[in-house]
């Protein structure tokens, strides 16, 4: 198994990843807890119908309980489900929340933690690819509101996560793909010319290197205040994607853009992002035309869904970076990928209309 530590005070934490990495899941729970009597381990049906959840033994006491799946149950009524059903088991404030599943699973399931009894521990065993090279490790958790993708949610480190490779054998290939939008991100960050040269290692591998780039990235600026945004590159139209994809799944429209996975979603995102520095003087044609191959390799789309509206699209983004009072994005420049604020509201508008958005 490898592990990489993520560095936070005051207590930092193992990610372990492998085949058949489940299996510590008794011991990290005696590790890292050892006085807790019960888990709740939750869960989903697919990861349930895929044969995983008979194989989950925390070492002590615990009680499956299934969520929905989709980001329209990634919110508040399902965490309240949850805390009301915790409550219902006796879990205390010492017991354990064990998340079992993609990031939608430790999305919820860690906020539950981080708010029933005013935060109890929870480790998590990231069943997707996404989950973890990313959702799981670093202790944002979250749900959505109508209005928009991970609005209301908490930071709340876990206590372990545990990363088998081994039950990705069972992962859809819209879940790969999703994955592998998160992974093309991170070719991005590091401070390497920007390659798709991951791709060569084993899977193990694979997330290890990611995990390792964000361990280091979380450990710097755990509450993001400055570097951890970088983690965000692609994201800013990847939810304002989602946000509208949500719409349309609560208008009954089943387009494009309401079956866009949240990688892949990132993926456009990166796109986007390369043609808007480029719009701003930021990076020359080569290096969007890298950022377009490097994403390629990853054998992701990168266009924006058809029919959208580039104002609505800015509208979801003014939302999402509501926390900034302005459109901040992360982009890319000489210095690499970085954060700027108050870019200008035409030239994300040009840039949309240039990748096909209605004007
Ligand atoms: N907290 C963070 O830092 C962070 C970072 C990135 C993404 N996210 C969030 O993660 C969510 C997406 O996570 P995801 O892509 O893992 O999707 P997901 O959790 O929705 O899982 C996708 C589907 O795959 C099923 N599944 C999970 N593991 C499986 C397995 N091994 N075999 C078969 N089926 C399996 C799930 O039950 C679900 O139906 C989004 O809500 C996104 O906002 C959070």
């Given at each position: 198994?490898?592990?990489?530590?993520v560095?936070v005070?005051?207590?930092?934490?193992?990610?372990?990843?492998?085949?058949?990495?489940?299996?510590?899941?008794?011991?990290?729970?005696?590790?890292?807890?050892?006085?807790?009597?019960?888990?709740?381990?939750?869960?989903?049906?697919?990861?349930?119908?895929?044969?995983?959840?008979?194989?989950?033994?925390?070492?002590?006491?615990?009680?499956?309980?299934?969520?929905?799946?989709?980001?329209?149950?990634k919110?508040?009524?399902?965490?309240?489900?949850?805390?009301?059903?915790?409550?219902?088991?006796?879990?205390?404030?010492?017991?354990?929340?064990?998340a079992?599943?993609?990031g939608m699973?430790s999305d919820v399931a860690g906020f539950?933690a981080a708010?029933?009894?005013?935060?109890?521990?929870y480790?998590t065993?990231?069943?997707?690819?996404l989950a973890?090279?990313d959702a799981a490790v670093g202790g944002k958790t979250a749900v959505n509101?109508?209005?928009?993708k991970n609005l209301v949610g908490a930071f709340w480190q876990p206590?372990?996560v545990?990363?088998?490779?081994?039950?990705?054998?069972?992962?859809?290939?819209?879940?790969?793909?999703?994955?592998?939008?998160e992974?093309?991100?991170?070719?991005?960050?590091?401070?390497?010319?920007?390659?798709?040269?991951?791709?060569?290692?084993?899977?193990?591998?694979?997330?290890?290197?990611?995990?390792?780039?964000k361990a280091?990235i979380v450990?710097?600026d755990e509450r993001e205040?400055?570097?951890r945004m970088?983690l965000n590159?692609?994201h800013?139209?990847?939810h304002?994607?989602?946000?509208?994809?949500?719409?349309?799944?609560?208008?009954?429209?089943?387009?494009?853009?309401?079956?866009?996975?949240h990688?892949?979603?990132?993926?456009?995102?990166?796109?986007?992002?390369?043609?808007?520095?480029?719009?701003?003087?930021?990076?020359?044609?080569?290096?969007?035309?890298?950022?377009?191959?490097?994403?390629?390799?990853?054998?992701?789309?990168?266009?924006?869904?058809?029919?959208?509206?580039?104002?609505?699209?800015?509208?979801?983004?003014?939302?999402?970076?509501?926390a900034?009072?302005?459109?901040?994005?992360?982009?890319?420049?000489?210095?690499?990928?970085?954060?700027?604020?108050?870019?200008?509201?035409?030239?994300?508008?040009?840039?949309?209309?240039?990748?096909?958005?209605?004007?």
């Amino acid at each position: 198994m490898i592990r990489v530590t993520v560095e936070v005070t005051p207590r930092p934490y193992d990610v372990v990843i492998g085949h058949g990495a489940r299996r510590e899941l008794a011991h990290e729970v005696a590790r890292v807890a050892p006085g807790a009597k019960m888990a709740v381990v939750v869960s989903q049906r697919s990861v349930e119908e895929s044969g995983w959840l008979d194989q989950i033994d925390p070492g002590i006491e615990h009680h499956v309980v299934l969520i929905g799946e989709g980001e329209d149950d990634k919110s508040l009524s399902t965490v309240e489900l949850l805390c009301r059903r915790f409550v219902e088991l006796g879990i205390s404030r010492h017991d354990l929340v064990i998340a079992v599943g993609g990031g939608m699973v430790s999305d919820v399931a860690g906020f539950a933690a981080a708010t029933y009894h005013r935060g109890i521990g929870y480790l998590t065993v990231a069943t997707t690819l996404l989950a973890q090279i990313d959702a799981a490790v670093g202790g944002k958790t979250a749900v959505n509101l109508p209005e928009g993708k991970n609005l209301v949610g908490a930071f709340w480190q876990p206590l372990a996560v545990l990363c088998d490779t081994e039950v990705l054998s069972t992962l859809p290939p819209a879940e790969w793909a999703c994955g592998r939008g998160e992974m093309a991100k991170y070719a991005f960050l590091g401070p390497d010319t920007p390659s798709a040269e991951i791709l060569s290692l084993g899977i193990d591998e694979q997330v290890a290197r990611c995990v390792a780039i964000k361990a280091d990235i979380v450990a710097d600026d755990e509450r993001e205040q400055g570097r951890r945004m970088i983690l965000n590159y692609g994201h800013t139209l990847a939810h304002a994607l989602e946000a509208i994809g949500l719409e349309h799944r609560a208008q009954g429209n089943e387009d494009r853009v309401a079956g866009l996975r949240h990688g892949e979603a990132v993926a456009i995102g990166v796109i986007f992002a390369a043609l808007l520095s480029r719009q701003m003087g930021r990076i020359d044609d080569d290096r969007v035309e890298l950022h377009r191959e490097v994403v390629r390799r990853f054998e992701l789309d990168t266009e924006i869904p058809p029919g959208l509206d580039a104002t609505d699209l800015v509208v979801a983004m003014e939302r999402d970076k509501k926390a900034h009072h302005d459109l901040t994005f992360v982009l890319d420049g000489p210095r690499g990928v970085e954060p700027v604020l108050g870019v200008d509201r035409d030239d994300v508008l040009a840039t949309l209309v240039e990748m096909g958005a209605h004007r």
